[in-house]
């Protein structure tokens, strides 16, 4: 069975501060590393979508970067405000498998 | 923008009942996919789609059929419903084949009584 972890399961910042999160995943037959972002009674949104090792991607003041050799993801947000408070999805996918969801970390950030 | 839809954001039903999750989305997506959120768990798939008339078994599908006879809409079936599919349905949307990007709804909290 096919397994994706996500740590921490949760954190609290204040806001300004930076932080990270990690998600793991199986380094065999890999496809795609996905993060999504879901704010509470809001749809869950796409941020990136990273298909090749060394990866690094960026939207704004949230960038992600990929190792698929080792089966690691690092999701970044640098200067946290209380709008990034949400709950982070990563999600792996090998070739010709439907996407396998972490847990996901529920970030919240006090002004 | 993409636009999914999911026909009620809250829902109240009793055990036994047949119960009817609608998902539309407005984008001439192929793929289409349904999901439930439970605390503590993942997005876990019941079933997906990738093209009108066509359906595959996700991870957890017991308990539950689907539906699609329009490109647009898919709907989730629960025959005979139970306590333990009370839960966060999540519908789901993708352009098509290696397409990667999936679109969500913005989910139906069902309660089974």
Redesign the interface.
């Known amino acids: 069975i096919l397994n ?1 972890e996500q740590s921490p399961q949760s954190l609290h910042v204040q806001e300004g501060d930076s932080t990270n999160f990690t998600c793991s995943f199986p380094s065999s037959n890999f496809y ?1 590393l ?1 993060w ?1 972002r879901w704010e509470t ?6 941020l990136f ?1 990273m ?1 090749l090792n060394g990866d690094e991607k960026k939207k704004g003041r949230i960038s992600a970067t990929l190792n698929t050799k080792e089966g690691y993801s690092y999701l970044y947000i640098k200067g946290s405000q209380p709008e990034d408070s949400a709950t982070y ?1 990563c ?1 792996f ?1 090998q070739a010709g498998t ?7 970390t529920t970030l919240s950030v006090s002004s | 923008d993409v636009k ?1 839809t999911q026909s009620s954001r809250y829902l109240v039903k009793r055990t036994g009942e047949k119960v009817f999750l609608e998902c539309v989305q407005d984008m001439d997506h192929e793929n289409m ?1 349904w ?1 439930r959120q439970d605390p ?6 019941i079933y ?1 789609s990738y093209d009108v008339k066509m359906k595959e078994k ?1 991870d957890i599908p017991e308990g539950y059929s689907v539906s699609r006879e329009k490109k647009e809409r898919f709907s989730l079936i629960l025959e005979s419903a139970s306590t333990n599919q009370t839960s966060m349905y ?1 519908c789901a949307s993708s352009l098509g084949l290696g397409s ?8 139906t909290r069902l309660l089974v009584l």
């Open positions: 994706v795609a996905h999504y009674a809001k749809s869950p949104e796409a979508v298909t999805l999600a996918k439907a996407l396998i969801f972490g847990k996901g | 999914v996919f999901y503590g768990l993942g997005l876990r798939l997906f996700g999540l990667l990007t999936q679109y969500f709804g913005p989910g």
